[in-house]
Nanobody, 122 residues
């Protein structure tokens, strides 16, 4: 079992930055690949970024490539999402997820956090 708790969301102006954190419980954190997803009001859940358990591979949605950076610190059982040059279209609830394989498919992640709200004003 892995429990995930996101933090770091908030209200920011367009062009600003936020760093989301996802703290994981459990001693097997460093065996899981991790992903970030988001859900905007009235829209489907959307893949944002993912990182291999070792940190050696990362994937990004085209919409955030070059602006967002996913990273992890296995010693701290934490994965991060650094978000720069935020746009109003990035407004959503952001979720972290843990799973056995690095993938953009949300159904393949076994564990989910409760989400953190990110609001970008224009």
């Amino acid at each position: 079992q892995v429990q995930l708790v996101e933090s770091g969301g908030g209200l920011v102006q367009a062009g600003g930055s936020l760093r989301l954190s996802c703290a994981a419980s459990g001693r097997t954190f460093n065996s899981y690949d991790m992903g970030w997803f988001r859900r905007a009001p009235g829209k489907e859940r959307e893949f944002v970024a993912a990182i291999k358990w070792s940190g050696a591979r990362t994937y990004y949605a085209d919409s955030v490539k070059g602006r967002f950076t996913i990273s992890r610190d296995n010693a701290k059982n934490t994965v991060y999402l650094q978000m720069n040059s935020l746009e109003p279209e990035d407004t959503a609830v952001y979720y972290c997820a843990a799973g056995p394989t690095i993938t953009i498919v949300h159904a393949q992640y076994a564990y989910w956090g409760q989400g953190t709200q990110v609001t970008v004003s224009s």
